[in-house]
């Protein structure tokens, strides 16, 4: 199922986590720190966790290994080519903040460098673990690196071969928003919101408890899950709305109604989700549908996503925004009520589904995103299917 959701009303803001500015940006980190390693250090004690990291969105954050990302990066730096400004790769600050030579990399005097591994390791055991606070700042957040290169975590082991520190960030969330917290364009408009959108503490359902020792020799049977999952996850992904559906003969009535602790779909603005109707006959061939090809043309009251625009054009990149078009995503608990009227023949059932996509179809053909994985796939959050009686 591959819809052309948004044509471009969606598909320019794919690019909203590209750092607007051309000049270099990175994390505080003190000097005379001590430098990180790589993850692949962690396997030996930690091979459990490290496994799920490897196969995460974070350990595959950087521009060298998630293909989205990758094509994005590249279409950002073309558009700056066209207006003859010299960017750097600025996401770098949080898809690879390891990179020994992020500054040199933000600031545009270096490109990714593939064979660094401190690159590839993307967001890695020895970033998260040395966060020991969060700054806000006018445009977005940083994060604040430890000097001495303790491991902190929220209830330290007594026999760890390195230095570490208890820190109530990594029972809270908090250490998240450094990097998700928020991001405003140079024109003041706000791209990304987590702290403001979510309502509850990002670890609880993004890193719950899983069954497996946390480290070798280790006497705790369970440990936090380092898979990280979110949208790139069916899974989870199933646990962010309810559906319920009704018939008063007439009409059909469906409410969505979010239970995740923030936005749906997220605070990225490529995310899209929207609701399918199917009216079928007693033999299960369909009457009539909502949404043929393309959800916001053909019923935008069903959609939940966001787009930015610029004077008069809707769909610009998020680093030309001047304004929201429009924001439809579902709050936190908020609940949507839509009604369709039964038509098409003799109706005998209805089928509803929730959809989500990673990408609008449209913006995986324009920018030559990779189909990988969940990228190019229109995901079934929840479904429903409703005998009708007229």
């Excluded at 948004?6 to 986590?17: E, F, N, R």
């Excluded at 401190?118 to 966060?131: A, S």
């Excluded at 700042?137 to 520190?165: E, M, Q, W, Y």
């Excluded at 609701?275 to 393309?294: C, H, M, P, Q, Y």
Aim: charged letters at 25%; aromatic letters at 6%; one cysteine or more.
């Amino acid at each position: 199922m591959r819809y052309k959701s948004g044509v471009q009303y969606i598909m320019l803001s794919v690019v909203a986590l590209l750092v607007f500015s051309v000049s270099g940006f990175a994390h505080e980190i003190p000097e005379g720190a001590e430098p990180f390693m790589s993850s692949q250090k962690c396997s030996a004690c930690h091979p459990a966790i490290f496994k799920e990291w490897s196969n995460s969105m974070h350990g595959k954050s950087s521009v060298h290994k998630d293909g989205a990302h990758a094509a994005m990066y590249n279409s950002f730096l073309s558009d700056m080519q066209k207006d003859k400004i010299d960017a750097g790769y600025n996401c770098a600050t949080c898809h690879m903040p390891m990179a020994d030579n992020i500054t040199d990399i933000t600031s545009g005097k270096q490109k990714p460098d593939d064979k660094n591994l401190l690159e590839q390791d993307g967001v890695g055991c020895t970033f998260c673990h040395r966060i020991e606070n969060t700054m806000l700042g006018k445009d977005r957040n940083t994060c604040v690196i430890n000097k001495d290169g303790s491991f902190l975590v929220n209830k330290p082991g007594d026999k760890a071969p390195h230095k570490t520190a208890s820190n109530p960030m990594f029972s809270n969330g908090e250490l998240c928003l450094g990097c998700h917290g928020f991001l405003v364009n140079p024109k003041n408009v706000t791209i990304c919101a987590m702290k403001e959108e979510g309502t509850g503490n990002c670890l609880s359902c993004h890193m719950q408890k899983t069954a497996g020792e946390p480290a070798l020799m280790s006497k705790t049977a369970e440990h936090t899950s380092h898979a990280i999952s979110g949208g790139h996850d069916e899974e989870m992904l199933k646990k962010a709305v309810t559906l319920d559906i009704k018939s008063d003969g007439k009409n059909l009535h469906v409410k969505v109604k979010n239970i995740a602790g923030h936005a749906f779909p997220s605070t990225m603005p490529m995310r899209i989700a929207f609701v399918k109707v199917t009216f079928r006959d007693s033999a299960g061939k369909a009457l009539w549908t909502n949404i043929k090809e393309n959800p916001l043309a053909d019923d935008k009251q069903s959609v939940f996503a966001k787009a930015f625009k610029a004077g008069d054009k809707t769909g610009v990149p998020a680093w030309k925004a001047e304004s929201v078009a429009f924001d439809t995503r579902l709050k936190a608990a908020e609940e949507r009520h839509l009604t369709y009227p039964i038509t098409g023949g003799d109706v005998k059932t209805a089928d509803v589904y929730v959809m989500y996509r990673l990408f609008p179809s449209s913006a995986i053909d324009k920018y030559n995103i990779s189909k990988e994985g969940l990228n190019d796939k229109s995901i079934i959050v929840v479904k429903k299917e409703l005998t009708l009686s007229k």
